[in-house]
């Protein structure tokens, strides 16, 4: 692909002999030439770049700055921009040391329930006299069901133990763990479906009406219908492109984690049924940051798919060519020759790259700023071409959809639902994890699942949807939890991460720390969302509650909000106002 054509990469301007801002010293261009030798110098992997020099050099200086943008042809000011958009690059003052190791201990509503307030204070402890460690505090990193959860340097701690991360912090033993570090390996899987669409027995056609008689929706929080979706992309001209959205950083949030680190293949196999039916071209995997052990076992499982791939093309050629040319027989091809390209990406800490446009803008080597809609990404996305956006569970139901049936596979729900779910379950339950359920299902049935509540606590308030879901009482625990069943309550179930409250929290507590997450992540981008959550924060400190001035807050972001996370933030403390007002009013 010519990304340069795609995306106007920057260009010398004006005949200028050298470009404006600091001049990088030799020492710096042989850094940056050094540490990212094999990366291609295309400004959509600007962050690939950053990452590179952070791993290496802890930090990442002006002058090293200043070499990348030569290296990219790009200004030091957008350079600079992206460096210090994500949370997860340090960009070094001037003779400012690099650390040695990073410990982030999170210190989001999961874990904080499980005392990471209290485990970040004596890790602080234990390490302050060594100048070569960081400490910080960071919001959620995916590790919901193990917490107190850390990250030691790019290693998973969960559960988290002061003296581990201390030992590790120590050691500077902080490369990834490869997945999967909580179970078995993935299983052998022979990519059945893939096969049969391959070889004709099953048609694109085919594919979209068992997707609409399933009710398969996208599974990342939208809910949006999933054939729907893939027509909509399949009907735009080519070349058309698709993304795997693997950045869940909503609080609670864990089953694509899961899903990857136990068994990546059926997600994979999806990912090129979906690549087949809708004819795209090129194929991004955006892996957040806070997975490394999956990063790294997506690393290898794509080596064995890309030769899978050329086997494949020897044995089904009719299959592969141009997706985009019409065969005189009225066919076409299903995949490009050899296979779609297929680029694993690697997030850099923005719980806003969730959302899919500001995922796509970082796909490009940009700041994670979500899009204004129209256009939606379908017509435009990456490289402004059509893209289909899923998350992983989405695409790993593909599979099993196609095996058994839509219609059989919709019948596994109750209570009127369609389908199945995963639901990561955290909070004051005895064995919090990812529960695979009938669509439909429960609070009471998933703390049932979960082993019931943990010792000595009792249901009070749960959260049916992570951050952005609302906080609601332990009354509505046998609701059925699936999209669209708790909008009359104010609430929604979105990527289905419950997190339980019991009499020994408070909601007002909860919210305040939903809050903060929120003020944290901010984009920034638009006033309703940047002021709105510091705002409300503030207020939420109060010890009774302007009800009025947060009612005023909750209409301005929820109307006027560029993405969902100006618009879902005031859910939290709108929910306490709504079902917990004894605990903010006198």
Same mark, same amino acid.
């Given at each position: 692909?010519?990304?340069?054509?795609?995306?106007?990469?920057?260009?010398?301007?004006?005949?200028?002999?050298?470009?404006?801002?600091?001049?990088?010293?030799?020492?710096?261009?042989?850094?940056?030439?050094?540490? %990212?030798?094999?990366?291609?110098?295309?400004?959509?992997?600007?962050?690939?770049?950053?990452?590179?020099?952070?791993?290496? /050099?802890?930090?990442?200086?002006? =002058?090293?700055?200043?070499?990348? $943008?030569?290296?990219?042809? /790009?200004?030091?000011?957008?350079?600079?921009? !992206?460096?210090?958009?994500?949370?997860?690059?340090?960009?070094?003052?001037?003779?400012?040391?690099?650390?040695?190791?990073? &410990?982030?201990? %999170?210190?989001?509503?999961?874990?904080?329930?499980?005392?990471?307030?209290?485990?970040?204070?004596? &890790?602080?402890?234990?390490?302050?006299?060594? =100048?070569?460690?960081?400490?910080?505090? !960071?919001?959620?990193?995916?590790? %919901?069901?193990?917490?107190?959860?850390?990250? &030691?340097?790019?290693?998973?701690?969960?559960?988290?133990?002061?003296?581990?991360?201390?030992?590790?912090?120590?050691?500077?033993?902080?490369?990834?763990?490869?997945?999967?570090?909580?179970?078995?390996?993935?299983?052998?899987? =022979? #990519?059945?479906?893939?096969?049969?669409?391959?070889?004709?027995?099953?048609?694109?056609?085919?594919?979209?009406?068992?997707?609409?008689?399933?009710?398969?929706?996208?599974?990342?929080?939208?809910?949006?219908?999933?054939?729907?979706?893939?027509?909509?992309?399949?009907?735009?001209?080519?070349?058309?492109?698709?993304?795997?959205?693997?950045?869940?950083?909503?609080?609670?949030?864990?089953?694509?984690?899961?899903?990857?680190?136990?068994?990546?293949?059926?997600?994979?196999?999806?990912?090129?049924?979906?690549?087949?039916?809708?004819?795209?071209?090129?194929?991004?995997?955006?892996?957040?940051?806070?997975?490394?052990? !999956?990063?790294?076992?997506?690393?290898?499982?794509?080596?064995?798919?890309?030769?899978?791939?050329?086997?494949?093309?020897?044995?089904?050629?009719?299959?592969?060519?141009?997706?985009?040319?019409?065969?005189?027989?009225?066919?076409?091809?299903?995949?490009?020759?050899?296979?779609?390209? *297929?680029?694993?990406?690697?997030?850099?800490?923005?719980?806003? @790259?969730?959302?899919?446009?500001?995922? *796509?803008?970082?796909?490009?080597?940009?700041?994670?700023?979500?899009?204004?809609?129209?256009?939606?990404?379908?017509?435009?996305?990456?490289?402004?071409?059509?893209?289909?956006?899923?998350?992983?569970?989405?695409? $790993?139901?593909?599979?099993?959809?196609?095996?058994?049936?839509?219609?059989?596979?919709?019948?596994?729900?109750?209570?009127?639902?369609?389908?199945?779910?995963?639901?990561?379950?955290?909070?004051?339950?005895?064995?919090?994890?990812?529960?695979?359920?009938?669509?439909?299902?429960?609070?009471?049935?998933?703390?049932?699942?979960?082993?019931?509540?943990?010792?000595?606590?009792?249901? #009070?308030?749960?959260?049916?949807?992570?951050?952005?879901?609302?906080?609601?009482?332990? $009354?509505?625990?046998?609701?059925?939890?699936?999209?669209?069943?708790? $909008?009359?309550?104010?609430?929604?179930?979105?990527?289905?991460?419950?997190?339980?409250?019991?009499?020994? =929290?408070?909601?007002?507590?909860?919210?305040?720390?939903?809050?903060?997450?929120?003020?944290?992540?901010? %984009?920034?981008? @638009?006033?309703? @969302?940047?002021?709105?959550?510091?705002?409300?924060?503030?207020?939420?400190?109060?010890?009774?509650?302007?009800?009025?001035?947060?009612?005023?807050?909750?209409?301005?972001?929820?109307?006027?909000?560029?993405?969902?996370?100006?618009?879902?933030?005031?859910?939290?403390?709108?929910?306490?106002?709504?079902?917990?007002?004894?605990?903010?009013?006198?």
């Amino acid at each position: 692909m010519n990304h340069d054509a795609l995306e106007g990469a920057a260009r010398p301007r004006g005949g200028r002999p050298f470009p404006k801002g600091r001049t990088p010293t030799p020492q710096a261009r042989a850094t940056v030439a050094r540490l %990212c030798a094999g990366l291609e110098p295309r400004r959509d992997l600007l962050i690939e770049h950053l990452h590179r020099l952070q791993d290496a /050099l802890g930090g990442l200086t002006r =002058d090293v700055l200043a070499a990348l $943008a030569e290296r990219l042809r /790009l200004s030091q000011a957008e350079v600079y921009e !992206v460096a210090t958009f994500y949370h997860h690059f340090r960009v070094l003052e001037e003779a400012e040391a690099p650390p040695r190791v990073t &410990v982030r201990v %999170c210190t989001s509503l999961p874990c904080a329930l499980a005392g990471a307030e209290g485990l970040l204070a004596r &890790v602080r402890a234990a390490l302050a006299a060594d =100048d070569g460690v960081a400490v910080e505090a !960071v919001p959620c990193i995916g590790q %919901c069901h193990a917490a107190p959860a850390a990250c &030691v340097g790019r290693r998973q701690v969960a559960p988290a133990e002061e003296e581990a991360v201390v030992a590790l912090a120590r050691a500077g033993a902080t490369a990834p763990r490869r997945a999967p570090a909580h179970g078995a390996p993935p299983q052998p899987h =022979d #990519y059945a479906q893939l096969e049969r669409l391959l070889r004709g027995e099953l048609r694109p056609i085919d594919v979209l009406r068992e997707l609409e008689a399933s009710g398969l929706r996208g599974l990342g929080g939208a809910g949006f219908p999933a054939w729907r979706k893939w027509a909509t992309v399949a009907g735009q001209p080519g070349p058309r492109h698709g993304v795997v959205n693997v950045d869940e950083g909503e609080v609670g949030t864990f089953k694509d984690w899961h899903l990857l680190a136990h068994d990546p293949r059926p997600a994979l196999e999806g990912m090129l049924i979906a690549a087949a039916v809708v004819g795209l071209r090129h194929l991004w995997i955006y892996v957040r940051d806070e997975y490394p052990d !999956v990063h790294a076992l997506l690393e290898e499982e794509l080596r064995a798919l890309r030769e899978r791939l050329a086997v494949w093309q020897q044995r089904h050629p009719h299959a592969f060519g141009d997706p985009d040319a019409p065969r005189p027989d009225g066919t076409r091809a299903l995949l490009p020759a050899g296979g779609p390209a *297929i680029e694993l990406r690697r997030g850099a800490g923005a719980y806003v @790259c969730g959302e899919e446009s500001a995922l *796509i803008e970082s796909l490009e080597g940009k700041r994670g700023l979500p899009r204004l809609r129209p256009p939606i990404v379908a017509q435009r996305g990456v490289f402004g071409r059509p893209t289909l956006a899923h998350n992983v569970e989405t695409l $790993a139901w593909l599979p099993t959809l196609l095996r058994d049936g839509g219609a059989a596979w919709a019948a596994g729900g109750v209570r009127g639902r369609s389908g199945w779910r995963r639901y990561s379950v955290s909070g004051r339950v005895r064995r919090p994890g990812c529960y695979l359920r009938p669509a439909g299902t429960t609070l009471r049935e998933l703390i049932e699942a979960a082993g019931g509540m943990a010792d000595g606590h009792e249901l #009070y308030a749960f959260l049916p949807g992570g951050a952005s879901g609302g906080i609601l009482p332990a $009354a509505l625990a046998d609701e059925p939890l699936d999209f669209d069943t708790l $909008a009359a309550h104010g609430a929604f179930v979105g990527s289905m991460a419950v997190v339980v409250l019991s009499q020994a =929290d408070r909601a007002r507590d909860a919210a305040a720390s939903l809050l903060r997450f929120f003020a944290h992540e901010s %984009c920034g981008q @638009c006033t309703p @969302c940047r002021a709105g959550t510091a705002q409300a924060l503030a207020l939420l400190q109060d010890e009774v509650w302007d009800r009025e001035r947060l009612a005023d807050l909750s209409q301005v972001m929820r109307e006027a909000s560029i993405c969902g996370l100006g618009q879902a933030a005031p859910n939290p403390f709108d929910s306490v106002l709504r079902f917990f007002s004894h605990e903010v009013t006198r």
